[in-house]
């Protein structure tokens, strides 16, 4: 068994495609397929059952040998961390998942700093669904996640950064942003623009919840996952949309033709955290990012 062997066999695996896993690994497809039947021939067993044309699915065997690939590569991930750091150098490899929203508003300057004064470190950055952030955590496939606290469950660990708040999204000038307080019933009035049903947005739940509770009846106009996105329809006159916003951003929205309702009487304020399995063995230039991410 080779190394390359090892790593073709692990990225065939994790993406479920020889074609996609040739692209990783900097190899063509017909050379990445004969390493794998060269393990299955050394290993006597084989490693992938075929579903269909396409899809590829783990034997027993297999999945024994990814839980070994998945151990070496990690450890030699590791060893040459240890190795760089005995030499003082900071150098390896930081991968962070976040939505969106997070990257655009909240990272850039976080970002340019760490660049700055970790110039050998290779970052990889993931635009992933807030469901999918913790899943890469608990998988390992990342170092820290970043998406809001209420997602979590205890079996990860997490940190406290950013308190967002609840707010209603309205153009400039609308009557509601002449209120002092507005209520569902009034909200109600007007389309709305929210994020897909699913229990990844709890933002939605809790606000379909209160209006059934009154047996208040509301349209969906819009449904969309990016704040960004919806915002830029709420601006058009198509809507108002909810949503949960770092007040720090807020001033990034001051040429948006925009109005932002608190809506803290209805909703607790929500915390953005950044999240990480407790297992993990942070190196220097690790620990840094999250220090200057705590710090901004």
Known sequence: ??????????????LGSFTKASEAVFRTQPAL???VKSLEEELGCQLFERIGKRKLLLTPAGERLLDFSEAVLAQYETLVEDLNELKGIQKGRLRIAASYTTFYNLL????EMYIQRFPLVE???LDRSQANIIELVKNGDVDFGITLESLVSNNLG???WKQVESVLLTPKGHPLARLKQVTVEEIAEYPLILPPKSNEYSSRNQLEELFRAQNIHFRVIMESSNVELSSLYVE???GVSYATVDRDCLPKFKHRKLEFIPL???FEPEHIVVIFRKDR??????????????NS
């Open 33 to 35: 397929t004969q390493q």
């Open 123 to 125: 970052l990889s950055l």
């Open 158 to 160: 997490k940190i406290q």
């Open 236 to 238: 058009m006159g198509l």
């Open 1 to 14: 068994m080779e190394w390359h062997q090892i790593s073709g066999f692990y990225n065939v695996a994790k």
């Open 281 to 294: 063995e942070d190196k220097t230039y690790k620990r840094a990012f999250l220090n200057i991410l705590l």
């Open 264 to 266: 803290a009487h209805y």
């Open 108 to 111: 850039p300057e976080v970002l």
